[in-house]
C-alpha cells in the first residue's frame, strides 16, 4: 500500500512537470531501517519505505511481531490455499471470549468518559449475546503494587490496600482534597465481586446494569463515590449482599486479596497477547482489539471471531434490541399495586424515569423512589398514602400537601397510620359524667345519671333542666310577640281614627257652620275695625 500511494504521487508529480513545461523532476524517497533480530539467518538492517496508515505517530515506536511463512513466501497466491490465516482475530469455534479492562473511577477526564459511555451504548448487544450463550465475557480491573521501601509512606498509605499490596492512583492527582486511590481499588474490587457473584447465580450480564447504575447514581463531582451508594446499587438488583462481602474481604489486613491477586496475574501477557497497562483494554478471542472504543466498531469485531456459518443473527442484521424492563423492572423504582413503573425501554438501553400517568407527573430518582405530585395525585393508586376501610368507614391520608394521617390517626401517612385512642391518651369526653368508648378514627362519649353530652364543650348538663329552660324561652318569646302584636293593633287604631276625624270635620266645613268658624270671624272682623 505504501509504495502504490508513492507511485501515485509520483505520477501526479510527473503530470504537473508536463504541464508546467519543467524539463527536469526529481522524486525522493523517505526510507527507514528495518532490523531483523530474529530468526539469525535473516538478522540484519533492511532498507524499507514508510506506508502510514493514518496519522503518523511523531516520535513513537511501534513494536509487534512480522509473520513470515515457510510457504508463499512472496504472497503471490491467497493464503489460504496453504492453510495459514492473517486475518485480525482468531476465531476458533461458536462462541467468542473477550475482557474488557476498565476503572471505576470517572474523575481521569476523557480517557474515563469514554469507558463509561461504551458500557451504557454497549451493554444491550453485550446482555443479549451473553444470555444466549454466544459469548463469554469477563472484566478486569488493572492495580499495581506499592515497592516494600514505601509501603509506610503517605502516597502507597493513601493510593493502596493490604499493605501496599494492590494500589491505583488519585483520581484528582491531589493527595490533599477528594478521594484516595485505595478508594478506586476499594470500587474496583466491589465491581469485579459483583461479576463473580451475579456469574455464580447464572447472571454475569448484571455486571453490565450495576457499572451503569453506579456510574448514574455514585459519581465523585456529587461525593457520592461511596460503599453506601454502591450497596444501594446492589440491593435495587437483588444480588447476594453477603457473598460480595465475603468476596471484598478486609481491605486493611496485611495480606493478599485472591480477587486482586488473580486480576494482577491476569494483567501479565500470554501466548500472542501482550501485557495490559493502559486503560481502556478490549481483548477478543485472546488478542487484544485495535479501533475505536464504540459500539458498532466492537460488535463488528466480536462477530468476526466466530468460527464461518456458527455467527448468531445479531452479526447479520444492522443493529440488535432488547427490553431490559423486562427482568427484574430493569432495577428501576416501581409499583406493583397500582402497575406503574419507573423503567423506559430504549434502544440503546434502559432509563430509570419516573413516569406521567393520567395527567399527574411522578417526581423522584427513578430508581429508588417515585412519588405523584400536583392536583389529582390522590386518584393514582391514593397518590402512594395509606388507605383503609373498616365496617364500611374509609380513612385516607392522601392530601395536596402530601401524605398525612387523617384526624383520630398518627403515623406516617404513607406506610402506616394507627388509630388514636382519645380515651386513654385523656384528650376528650374526661369530665366527671363523661363515659368514653374509643373506636375506629373517632370515640363515643355518653353520659350518666340520663344526662346530656354536649360535644363542644365536653360536659354532661341535666337532661330535664335542659328541657325546662327551653320551655320558659319559648314562653317568654310568645308572650314578647303577643304584647308587640297587641301596642302595634293599638297605635294603629289611633292613627286611623285621628285621621277620619280630620276628615269628617273637613267635609262638615264645606256645608255648616262649626262652633269655631264664628269665632273665627268675630276675630277678623275686630281685626278689620
Not at 456510574?215 to 460503599?227: D, G, L, N, Q, V
Request: with cysteine; proline share 4%; aromatic share 10%.
Amino acid at each position: 500500500m505504501g509504495f502504490r500511494s508513492v507511485g501515485g504521487v509520483l505520477g501526479l508529480l510527473v503530470w504537473a512537470a508536463f504541464l508546467l513545461g519543467c524539463s527536469h523532476a526529481r522524486f525522493v524517497v523517505e526510507k527507514n531501517s528495518l532490523k531483523v533480530t530474529a530468526p539469525d539467518d535473516l538478522k540484519g538492517t533492511y532498507e524499507c519505505a514508510i506506508g502510514n496508515f493514518g496519522v503518523p505517530q511523531y516520535g513513537g515506536t511501534m513494536v509487534g511481531f512480522v509473520a513470515y511463512p515457510k510457504a508463499n513466501k512472496k504472497a503471490c497466491k491467497s493464503f489460504d490455499d496453504f492453510d495459514i490465516s492473517y486475518k485480525a482475530l482468531p476465531h476458533p469455534d461458536e462462541r467468542v471470549e473477550y475482557e474488557f479492562w476498565t476503572n471505576s473511577n470517572d474523575e481521569c477526564g476523557p480517557k474515563c468518559d469514554s469507558q463509561i459511555d461504551f458500557v451504557k451504548t454497549f451493554k444491550g448487544a453485550a446482555q443479549v449475546l451473553e444470555k444466549k450463550g454466544y459469548t463469554e465475557f469477563t472484566p478486569h480491573y488493572i492495580t499495581w503494587y506499592c515497592p516494600e521501601a514505601f509501603i509506610l509512606s503517605k502516597q502507597c498509605k493513601s493510593q493502596c490496600i493490604n499493605h501496599g499490596r494492590y494500589c491505583a492512583p488519585d483520581p484528582e492527582q491531589d493527595f490533599s482534597r477528594g478521594y484516595d486511590g485505595k478508594d478506586v481499588v476499594v470500587q474496583n474490587l466491589l465491581q469485579v465481586c459483583v461479576f463473580k457473584v451475579a456469574k455464580e447465580h447464572k447472571k454475569p450480564w448484571l455486571w453490565w446494569d450495576y457499572v451503569t447504575d453506579f456510574a448514574i447514581r455514585c459519581p465523585m463531582k456529587e461525593k457520592k463515590y461511596t460503599k453506601e451508594c454502591a450497596d444501594g446499587v446492589i440491593k435495587s438488583f437483588g444480588l447476594d449482599h453477603k457473598a460480595i462481602d465475603k468476596c471484598i474481604g478486609d481491605p486493611n489486613a496485611d495480606e493478599e486479596n485472591p480477587v486482586l491477586k488473580a486480576e494482577q496475574d491476569a494483567q501479565i501477557g500470554k501466548g500472542s497477547r501482550g501485557d495490559v497497562t493502559i486503560l481502556p483494554t478490549l481483548v477478543i478471542n485472546n488478542r487484544q482489539y485495535r479501533g475505536k472504543l464504540d459500539k458498532g466498531p466492537v460488535l463488528k469485531a466480536l462477530c468476526a471471531g466466530f468460527r464461518e456459518t456458527t455467527e448468531p443473527a445479531v452479526c447479520l442484521s444492522e443493529d440488535i434490541q432488547t427490553n431490559e424492563c423486562l427482568e427484574n423492572n430493569g432495577g428501576c423504582w416501581e409499583d406493583k399495586a397500582a402497575n406503574i413503573t419507573a423503567c423506559k425501554d430504549t434502544f440503546r438501553g434502559r432509563v430509570c424515569e419516573c413516569p406521567v400517568v393520567k395527567g399527574v407527573k411522578f417526581v423522584g430518582d427513578g430508581y429508588t423512589h417515585c412519588e405523584a405530585s400536583g392536583s389529582g395525585r390522590c386518584e393514582i393508586n391514593n397518590g402512594g398514602c395509606w388507605k383503609e376501610t373498616r365496617n364500611g368507614h374509609t380513612y385516607s391520608a392522601c392530601t395536596d400537601e402530601g401524605c398525612k394521617c387523617p384526624v383520630g390517626f398518627k403515623g406516617d401517612g404513607t406506610h402506616k397510620c394507627e388509630d388514636i385512642d382519645e380515651c386513654k391518651e385523656r384528650t376528650a369526653c374526661q369530665c366527671k359524667e363523661c363515659k368514653c368508648k374509643n373506636t375506629w378514627g373517632s370515640y363515643e362519649c355518653g353520659c350518666s345519671g340520663g344526662l346530656l353530652y354536649m360535644k363542644e364543650h365536653d360536659t354532661c348538663i341535666s337532661n330535664n333542666g335542659a328541657t325546662g329552660v327551653g320551655w320558659n324561652f319559648l314562653w317568654v318569646i310568645f308572650f314578647g310577640l303577643v304584647a308587640a302584636g297587641i301596642a302595634g293593633y293599638a297605635v294603629y287604631k289611633y292613627r286611623i281614627r285621628s285621621y277620619m276625624d280630620s276628615e269628617i270635620r273637613a267635609i262638615m266645613a264645606q256645608y255648616m257652620p262649626l262652633d269655631n268658624q264664628g269665632d273665627v270671624q268675630s276675630h277678623s272682623h275686630h281685626i278689620e275695625m
